[in-house]
T-cell receptor, first 115, second 114 residues
């Protein structure tokens, strides 16, 4: 079965600093990979996704992620963090079944931004 | 602006009562997912449907939970009887049957069972 590990439960960065959130997955084939963001009291919003092609994918809000097959990783990055980026971030792996993508989520990384 | 709509947004109920949560998926989407989010367990997949047929509900406690799609515009998750350990945020998501397509999430129903 597929699984996702987000090793950092909490991360604090200063506004304007760069950010990298780690995600490692376990899956027997090339996975579909996603990053979602959740603001307090809200649902999950898709930041970006990877399923084939260029291993560096661009998303919304200035985020990007790089798929590294050799490391089974899909880390999320942003060159300069804004205070509004404070939220919880979830990495997910998709298993294509007959019913479409069945997503397995990591436990999330809570991002705090210091002004 | 297409979105997944969940009702109610908040629900407080007493232990033993029946709770029904509703979800209107995005028009045209043919897969629907129910997730539960708690501090301890994170996001857990409870059930998912394709073209209104249940494909997997192995994540759901069968004795008290049930999920249905009466029609393409409505999915329901019912808990009977509810227990305090069911307190959580329940998310509905919808998507399309195709590789690489993401799930679109509703804003969730925050359930508190006292």
């Amino acid at each position: 079965a597929q699984s996702v590990t987000q090793p950092d439960i909490h991360i604090t960065v200063s506004e304007g600093a760069s950010l990298e959130l780690r995600c490692n997955y376990s899956y027997g084939a090339t996975p579909y990979l996603f990053w979602y963001v959740q603001s307090p009291g809200q649902g999950l919003q898709l930041l970006l996704k990877y399923f084939s092609g260029d291993t560096l994918v661009q998303g919304i809000k200035g985020f990007e992620a790089e798929f590294k097959r050799s490391q089974s990783s899909f880390n999320l990055r942003k060159p300069s963090v804004h205070w509004s980026d404070a939220a919880e971030y979830f990495c997910a792996v998709g298993l294509l079944t007959g019913g479409g993508n069945k997503l397995t989520f990591g436990t999330g990384t809570q991002l705090k931004v210091e002004l | 602006d297409a979105r997944v709509t969940q009702t109610p947004r908040h629900k407080v109920t007493e232990m033993g009562q029946e709770v029904t949560m509703r979800c209107q998926p995005i028009l045209g989407h043919n897969t629907v997912f129910w997730y539960r989010q708690t501090m301890m367990q994170g996001l857990e997949l409870l059930a998912y449907f394709r073209n209104r047929a249940p494909l997997d509900d192995s994540g759901m406690p069968k004795d008290r939970f049930s999920a249905e799609m009466p029609d393409a515009t409505l999915a329901t998750l019912k808990i009977q009887p509810s227990e305090p350990r069911d307190s959580a945020v329940y998310f509905c998501a919808s998507g399309l049957v195709a590789g690489g397509t993401e799930a679109f999430f509703g804003q969730g129903t925050r359930l508190t069972v006292v």
